[in-house]
């Protein structure tokens, strides 16, 4: 089994700052690219940043230049800083890791449960 769990939501007034983590445990034997989305009231989910295991990224063009995410591959963990928050970041964000476990060869898409992000004053 596989789990993946998100932690670091919260209420931030805008401009501020949260950091997002978010830790996959299990029967994990390789990791490939994991990603925090987000989801806000009656839009789809959508990709907010991408990270390879070799270290390379992806951004949303709404979060470039304010958004950073990065992973500790020992401890099968993703961050996502966040600085500069607006309103419109305001999603529950949610957790993913294209994971293989010792079940075949194949690598499997796992989600988190999703965390809370309010940006309002």
């Known amino acids: 089994q596989v789990q993946v769990v998100e932690s670091g939501g919260g209420l931030v007034q805008p401009g501020g700052s949260l950091r997002l983590s978010c830790a996959a445990s299990?029967?994990?034997?390789?990791?490939?690219?994991m990603g925090w989305y987000r989801q806000a009231p009656g839009k789809q989910r959508e990709s907010v940043a991408t990270?390879?295991?070799?270290?390379?990224?992806n951004y949303a063009d709404s979060v470039k230049g304010r958004f950073t995410i990065s992973r500790d591959n020992a401890r099968n963990t993703v961050y996502l800083q966040m600085n500069s928050l607006k309103p419109e970041d305001t999603a529950v964000y949610y957790c993913?890791?294209?994971?293989?476990?010792?079940?075949?060869?194949?690598?499997?898409?796992?989600w988190g449960q999703g965390t809370q992000v309010t940006v309002s004053s």
């Open positions: 299990g029967s994990i034997v390789s990791i490939n690219t």
């Open positions: 990270i390879t295991s070799g270290g390379s990224t």
């Open positions: 993913y890791g294209a994971i293989q476990d010792y079940s075949g060869g194949a690598y499997y898409g796992y």
